[in-house]
């Protein structure tokens, strides 16, 4: 992959930070919200940003978020326990899925493979330590078995992946067709000037 520019790398986080700003509110969508793209976003951003640095500035947007959709815009507050602290390992799983991606990105068909395996595993890694916390520290599951938990989790894991990738698919069309029209400025021209 082309490195980009420190102006590249803001633009690009800007418009990421946008995105999640733009879905977080309601995590799962509605008839009028897109779902939330924050899952999407994470490996986006370890994938085109080169400072490992900006993971803190992505997950204290993601904190400052949550406290103003709780505060400020009535969200219901049951996903916030003593769990919550492990979303930095959720999220950094996603960010290093795409941390590896970017190191074995090539442009070709066979890329496609890596890029669902990677959303697959870190989608999966992270589902796992966000609800498994949840279960292991929250209040409102001490009533739940173990195995009940797990089967009620099994329900949104679908739900999870499908939008992560979902989101996942969209951001790597647009980066294609932005680079190739890059590259196509780029090329030197067949007019027949010498």
Known sequence: MNQTTPRQELIIALLLLGLMVATRFH??????HLPDASWAVFIAAGFFLRRMSLFLVFM??????????????RVSSF????AY???V???GVLWLGGRWLRAHFHK???MLMSLAAMV????SAAFVISSGS???FSTTTAETSLMGFAEQSMTYFPWFLQVTAAYVAVIAAIYLAVDALIRSHHLPSSSGHA
């Open 27 to 32: 995590h799962f969508g509605s008839v009028t």
């Open 60 to 73: 204290g947007a993601a904190v400052l978020i949550d406290f103003l959709a709780i505060t400020q815009f």
């Open 85 to 87: 602290g492990f979303l």
């Open 89 to 91: 390992p959720a999220y």
């Open 120 to 123: 697959v595993v870190s989608t």
């Open 79 to 82: 996903c916030i326990s003593s």
């Open 108 to 110: 070709d068909w066979s």
């Open 134 to 136: 949840f279960y292991l």
